[in-house]
Nanobody, 119 residues
């Protein structure tokens, strides 16, 4: 399974971004896709997950209401819409393939995309 995250960049506080995670390879649809982030000097943090078939979504309480995960089964792409960005959202964002559920065990990691939020 190969994962490619994109869509990061520099954005002002209050703005929005949509991150993309393009998936490919054998049996990638049998995994759930999760988004994580790692801020400078902090541990990697799980944010949200989604299953390919049913589209069931999972979120950490910290991002509920501001982050929305979705998928496009035709494009084999998972998205993370982030609204009302805050400087505290500055981090490298990663997508990963793994087990379903909150904080599911991860089998494959993609390279991250950097999001920088200016105040």
């Amino acid at each position: 399974v190969q994962l490619q995250a994109s869509g990061g960049g520099l954005v002002q506080a209050g703005g929005s971004l949509r991150l993309s995670c393009a998936a490919s390879g054998r049996a990638f649809s049998s995994y759930a896709i999760h988004w994580f982030r790692q801020a400078p000097g902090k541990e990697r943090e799980w944010l949200a997950g989604i299953t390919w078939v049913s589209g069931t979504t999972y979120y950490t309480d910290v991002v509920k209401g501001r982050f929305t995960i979705s998928r496009d089964n035709i494009k084999n792409t998972v998205y993370l819409q982030i609204n009302s960005l805050q400087p505290g959202d500055t981090a490298v964002y990663y997508c990963a393939a793994g087990a379903q559920g909150v904080g599911g065990a991860i089998a494959y990691w993609g390279k991250g995309t950097l999001v920088t939020v200016s105040s």
